[in-house]
């Protein structure tokens, strides 16, 4: 089925430990991008790519990493956990222009 | 900050009866989403807003776009338990970043 493919679903880490969210999708989206979803904050966007070999920062970049180097992968880098990173994430891929957005089924990460 | 303001944050209503849901932005809106997510689920898109005075339907749920299209508001008749869960606007504001409201918590009591 086409869509987006978010893994994993639950992750708990230790502060300090490195980890990587994955997002794949199969409808040649060039627009993807992640964001965390916290009590009360609705959804932050953290980092996006407008194409492969794009990205820049969104509202709450800082302590994330991202690389585009295909259409399809967009992951994101966790370089040493934080508890402050304990939070759902969402990634999400839109197609060119003004269109729906599909989101990945999310990823709860709980670093103690 | 919040591109997107989203109100109110929660909604208790009895079942049957009708609400609204507002979406607000400082800035044109170049398309607008509506949302609904399941407590622990993933998000499940409702409906998308393009132009100004916009105004589309899905069962029991409206959502329309203002003609300066700054606002957005999601009604729903006659709520019913199912409609419970968290629901949020998103939107493109720039051309380029999609951001999202706060979402508003909805509690349907049978």
């Known amino acids: 089925n086409a869509g987006v493919t978010q893994t994993p679903k639950f992750q708990v880490l230790k502060t300090g430990q490195s980890m990587t969210l994955q997002c794949a999708q199969d409808?040649?989206?060039?627009?993807m991008s992640w964001y965390r979803q916290d009590p009360g904050m609705g959804l932050r966007l953290i980092h996006y790519s407008v194409g492969a070999g794009i990205t820049d920062q969104g509202e709450v970049p800082n302590g994330y990493n991202v690389s585009r180097s295909t259409t399809e992968d967009f992951p994101l880098r966790l370089l040493s956990a934080a508890p402050s990173q304990t939070s759902v994430y969402f990634c999400?891929?839109?197609?060119?222009?003004?269109?729906?957005?599909?989101f990945g089924q999310g990823t709860r990460l709980t670093v103690v | 900050s919040q591109e997107l303001e989203q109100s109110p944050q929660s909604l208790i209503v009895q079942e049957g009866k009708n609400l609204t849901i507002n979406c607000t932005s400082s800035k044109t809106l170049y398309g607008l989403y509506w949302y609904k997510q399941k407590y622990g689920e993933g998000l499940i898109f409702l409906m998308m807003l393009q132009k100004g005075g916009e105004e589309k339907s899905h069962e029991k749920i409206t959502a329309k776009l203002d003609e300066k299209k700054q606002q957005s508001s999601l009604h729903i008749t006659a709520s019913q338990p199912s409609h419970a869960g968290i629901y949020l606007c998103?939107?493109?504001?720039?051309?380029?970043?999609?951001?999202f409201g706060t979402g508003t918590s909805l509690t349907v009591i049978p």
């Open positions: 999400a891929s839109i197609s060119g222009g003004v269109a729906e957005a599909f």
């Open positions: 409808m040649n989206h060039e627009y």
């Open positions: 998103g939107a493109d504001t720039t051309g380029n970043q999609f951001y």
